[in-house]
């Protein structure tokens, strides 16, 4: 079956970084588009960042656009989150998720993504 492992994540302080990474099994990787979601305490699931299958097209929230940086490896199953800058409101649950998509498209909707990790716990300290 279809399987997204996140890994990365931690404590940091504000105006630190962190790289989360999601490696895929049970699936061909180069066929999906991925984004990146966080959940903060309390708060509603929100994109992040996506990027198309090939890697050629990335889409950001404005909340980190300029901090935050998407990028896969097809070959090795593996897309990775760059995090620079964080701040405290950064804090939340980050999760990876996939769709199926050939396109250059890179959905923002968290209901069109298929498949998603578990998540993983990112903490910015003031």
């Known amino acids: 079956q279809v399987q997204l492992v996140e890994s990365g994540g931690g404590l940091v302080e504000a105006g630190g970084s962190l790289r989360l990474s999601c490696t895929a099994s049970?699936?061909?990787?180069?066929?999906?588009?991925m984004g990146w979601f966080r959940q903060a305490l309390g708060k509603e699931r929100e994109f992040v960042a996506g990027?198309?299958?090939?890697?050629?097209?990335?889409v950001y929230a404005d909340s980190v656009k300029g901090r935050f940086t998407i990028s896969r490896d097809n070959a090795k199953n593996t897309v990775y989150l760059q995090m620079n800058s964080l701040k405290p409101e950064d804090t939340a649950v980050y999760y990876c998720?996939?769709?199926?998509?050939?396109?250059?498209?890179?959905?923002?909707?968290?209901?069109?993504?298929?498949?998603w990790g578990q998540g993983a716990q990112v903490t910015v300290s003031s």
């Open positions: 998720a996939a769709y199926r998509s050939g396109t250059s498209y890179v959905s923002t909707a968290l209901v069109r993504y298929n498949y």
């Open positions: 990027i198309n299958w090939s890697g050629g097209n990335t």
């Open positions: 049970g699936l061909t990787f180069s066929l999906y588009a």
